[in-house]
């Protein structure tokens, strides 16, 4: 069984209309939920950490949100510049591993 | 700051050829982890070192993949021989010691492997 399941796999919308990302995580202990961006031939780069439920992050256009069981990734009124694949990943507690899920691909179009 | 660095950034070899990716990692991280992606699979971590000391090597597919840290600014993967199913993307990712800000790992470029 998969510890980080990401939906949808792919993800199309025109530019300004706004949406989320899924991710949920089966670890019993998390220690960090990180979100990553990454583009054509290139390594991920990192977007926010997540430690406990309720906490959230907000940079530029992208909103992230945790709870006991998934996190979301809210892109509100996004620009082409926004596609991209999002990945999301799980640290979990006592552990110095980060697992990955696979990845939303999202595509904005003009 | 300069961030993880990989070489070579492309490779394409022929099946049974030695093959050696490196990664020098950010400065003063003391963890080092070795990732696959395809996009079968998606990105599998292969190894991770602790101070230079491989810790889990669970996601290593088979023997012929090793990974070596001789010292804390680089490290290297290597497959011999190779098959055309190791074919894939991979990624080095570093990360500085404990505490919130030394939860988060930095990725390298990655180095796109082929074998014919």
């Known amino acids: 069984e998969d510890q980080v399941t990401q939906s949808p796999e792919a993800l199309r919308l025109q530019e300004g209309e706004s949406s989320s990302l899924n991710c949920s995580y089966t670890v019993s202990g998390l220690r960090g939920l990180f979100w990553y961006r990454q583009d054509p031939g290139k390594g991920p780069e990192f977007l926010f950490t997540l430690y406990s439920a309720g906490e959230e992050k907000e940079k530029e256009r992208l909103k992230a949100t945790l709870t006991k069981k998934e996190s979301f990734l809210h892109i509100t009124a996004p620009k082409p510049e926004d596609s991209a694949t999002y990945l999301c990943?799980?640290?979990?507690?006592?552990?110095?591993?980060?697992?990955f899920g696979k990845g939303t691909r999202l595509h904005i179009l003009p | 700051d300069a961030g993880v660095i990989q070489s070579p950034r492309h490779e394409v070899t022929e099946m049974g050829q030695e093959v050696t990716l490196r990664c020098k990692p950010i400065?003063?991280?003391?963890?080092l982890f070795w990732y696959r992606q395809t996009m079968m699979r998606g990105l599998e971590l292969l190894i991770y070192f602790n101070n230079n000391v491989p810790i889990d090597d669970s996601g290593m597919p088979e023997d012929r993949f090793s990974a070596k840290m001789p010292n804390a600014s680089f490290s290297t993967l290597k497959i011999q021989p190779s098959e055309p199913r190791d074919s894939a993307v991979y990624f080095c990712?570093?990360?500085?010691?404990?505490?919130?800000?030394?939860?988060?790992?930095?990725f390298g470029e990655g180095s796109w492997l082929t074998v014919v």
């Open positions: 990712a570093s990360r500085g010691r404990q505490g919130h800000s030394g939860n988060t790992i930095y």
């Open positions: 990943a799980v640290r979990e507690e006592g552990d110095d591993k980060i697992i």
């Open positions: 400065s003063g991280h003391n963890s």
